[in-house]
């Protein structure tokens, strides 16, 4: 069955004050903009509006898609087993494994708003930073002629002061962008009422795409090796 927002929401009762990763680091000032994303999981259909209008917004090849849906099993006391809906894309980490590895300089975190972006003109198309990336966030070019797909936030969107297309047609508006210094926005608030849950928050990555109404014995490493939901162009 499909898990529904009463049994996640029984789940998450007894500490909705509390987050899997600490409130200063979530909410702590940086300089400039801090974009982040969060997905609320029981918002989430399992439509793929996100990954169509991605594909379709920036013209992504056949399987290569910055953002997938994966069905992950999940088991709870009062529900037995559910199946639940659950994004992942490039989590724009402050501490981003796939910079460290590029011999180009081209990938790279942009000081004034955290997004870790591709300089394509730098980009030798060498791929090591898909193999890099722990949450399989970059999309590789088996030929080595094009540098790998991965989200960017729809900056080209962002400098017209639209949100990413994935966030504007989430029909059930899971999906929730914004600045986590601004402390009139909504991610903020989210992030500050929520128990909130980043994948993989071990491997000190510091990724800024957060989860809430998640179980809290989810397992994030057997989520990332679920095979995303395909979707036919």
């Given at each position: 069955?499909?898990?529904?927002?009463?049994?996640?929401?029984?789940?998450?009762?007894?500490?909705?004050?509390?987050?899997?990763?600490?409130?200063?680091?979530?909410?702590?000032?940086?300089?400039?903009?801090?974009?982040?994303?969060?997905?609320?999981?029981?918002?989430?259909?399992?439509?793929?509006?996100?990954?169509?209008?991605?594909?379709?917004?920036?013209?992504?090849?056949?399987?290569?898609?910055?953002?997938?849906?994966?069905?992950?099993?999940?088991?709870?006391?009062?529900?037995?087993?559910?199946?639940?809906?659950?994004?992942?894309?490039?989590?724009?980490?402050?501490?981003?494994?796939?910079?460290?590895?590029?011999?180009?300089?081209?990938?790279?975190?942009?000081?004034?708003?955290?997004?870790?972006?591709?300089?394509?003109?730098?980009?030798?198309h060498c791929q090591a930073c898909t193999k890099?990336?722990?949450?399989?966030?970059?999309?590789?070019?088996?030929?080595?002629?094009?540098?790998?797909?991965?989200?960017?936030?729809?900056?080209?969107?962002?400098?017209?002061?639209?949100?990413?297309?994935?966030?504007?047609?989430?029909?059930?508006?899971?999906?929730?962008?914004?600045?986590?210094?601004d402390e009139n926005s909504e991610i903020y608030?989210?992030?500050?009422?929520?128990?909130?849950?980043?994948?993989?928050?071990?491997?000190?990555?510091?990724?800024?795409?957060?989860?809430?109404?998640?179980?809290?014995?989810?397992?994030?490493?057997?989520?990332?090796?679920?095979?995303?939901?395909?979707?036919?162009?």
């Open positions: 069955m499909l898990i529904n927002r009463r049994s996640l929401l029984e789940m998450m009762a007894a500490g909705t004050a509390f987050t899997l990763i600490p409130s200063a680091q979530l909410l702590a000032k940086t300089p400039g903009k801090r974009y982040a994303m969060v997905f609320d999981v029981r918002r989430c259909t399992g439509c793929l509006s996100c990954t169509v209008s991605c594909a379709m917004e920036n013209k992504t090849p056949v399987g290569r898609s910055r953002t997938d849906v994966s069905q992950v099993t999940v088991t709870g006391k009062s529900f037995g087993s559910a199946v639940l809906p659950m994004p992942h894309q490039c989590n724009h980490c402050d501490n981003p494994p796939c910079v460290a590895v590029c011999p180009a300089k081209a990938t790279y975190k942009r000081p004034e708003d955290g997004i870790v972006v591709i300089d394509y003109n730098k980009c030798i890099a990336c722990p949450y399989g966030a970059r999309k590789a070019d088996p030929e080595f002629k094009t540098a790998p797909e991965k989200c960017n936030f729809c900056i080209h969107r962002l400098q017209e002061g639209l949100l990413p297309a994935c966030v504007e047609t989430c029909i059930g508006k899971a999906r929730v962008f914004g600045d986590l210094n608030r989210l992030v500050k009422e929520n128990k909130v849950y980043a994948l993989l928050s071990d491997l000190g990555t510091k990724p800024n795409i957060f989860y809430i109404g998640l179980p809290d014995d989810i397992d994030d490493k057997a989520m990332l090796q679920t095979k995303p939901i395909q979707w036919q162009r």
